[in-house]
């Protein structure tokens, strides 16, 4: 399998910056797990944090042991300044990981064609 391949692969499979790290391109694969990372932290711990909220509501009595209720909590949407920083954290996760997709194919194919050319 070429090199192109296997570090798209990685990229899309694994996490971004997979496929640059095994092309030994660190630096943009650190630059790419950052920004993955950094989104992929923000989301979690936005949605740990709402957990918690519903948990201590249950604890303290102040909405009953409801599928119904709880349900509706879990679904209810950010609004607000929370909701524009959990979008632009999803985007930045979706698009570190496109960009990783696509340019360690890019790294990878210029890799293989001078391996060919050798």
């Known amino acids: ?11 899309a499979l694994i996490f971004p910056g997979a496929g640059h790290f095994m092309l030994k391109r660190y ?3 650190a630059v790419l797990a950052g920004a ?3 989104g992929l932290y923000y989301l979690v711990s936005e949605t740990v944090e709402r957990a918690m909220q519903i948990s201590e ?6 909405i009953q042991i409801d599928v119904a209720e709880i349900t509706a909590l879990v679904s209810k949407q950010s609004t607000g300044a929370d909701a ?4 632009i954290a999803t985007a930045v996760l979706i698009i570190s990981w496109l960009i990783g997709i696509v340019d360690s194919y890019r790294v990878g194919q210029q890799q293989d064609k001078e391996i060919a050319n050798k």
């Open 84 to 87: 524009h920083t959990l979008n």
């Open 27 to 29: 630096v943009s694969s």
């Open 1 to 11: 399998m070429a090199k192109s391949t296997k570090a798209a692969l990685l990229s």
């Open 57 to 62: 509501k249950l604890q303290s009595g102040e």
């Open 36 to 38: 993955a990372l950094s």
